[in-house]
């Protein structure tokens, strides 16, 4: 079976929707561990990750949701140009090429998946119940990497359609 050749894909919100997929599975996350949690849990470690060095009530992991959805809604907004913060080599977003808005709303949205992944990894780094702390400290300096990374090549790229 062939698709028409008048219907296309929409492809205007699928990162909207599929931000807020992650955002409610972050939301379930949140709400698992705080279910698996003890009254407090550790929230600052040794650098070796052996010893908590400071607790806190668990209510923590579902700051640290909301703080991740915060974060993501304004993702979403600066991706569809809604703030006007945005500015990338000192170019204020209203005063780029359309070449430049796509690049910087691909930048937006990666840096929405990044902050949400970021966010449960802390969540499942201060209470192991999902997987092991190691896996997920690795998994999180992968992230912080990845974020670094796709930020500088953004900025580079964005300069140089300028």
């Not at 902050?115 to 997920?136: D, G, H, Q, S, Y």
């Amino acid at each position: 079976m062939s698709t028409p050749e008048n219907k296309q894909e929409n492809t205007k919100y699928r990162n909207d929707f599929l931000i807020l997929a992650l955002l409610v599975g972050l939301v379930m996350l949140a709400a698992h561990v705080y279910d698996l949690a003890p009254q407090t849990i550790p929230i600052h470690y040794e650098w070796n990750l052996s010893s908590p060095t400071a607790y806190g009530p668990k209510s923590t992991l579902m700051v640290l949701a909301v703080i991740g959805v915060c974060l993501s809604l304004l993702g979403i907004l600066a991706a569809h140009g809604k703030i006007s913060l945005i500015h990338v080599d000192r170019l204020p977003y209203s005063k780029m090429n359309e070449a430049q808005k796509a690049l910087t709303r691909k930048f937006m949205y990666r840096l929405t998946f990044h902050f949400i992944f970021l966010m449960a990894c802390v969540i499942m780094l201060l209470v192991p119940v999902v997987l092991p702390k190691m896996v997920v400290l690795i998994a999180f300096i992968l992230l912080l990497c990845s974020l670094v990374y796709g930020s500088v090549s953004i900025s580079f790229k964005i300069r140089k359609l300028g």
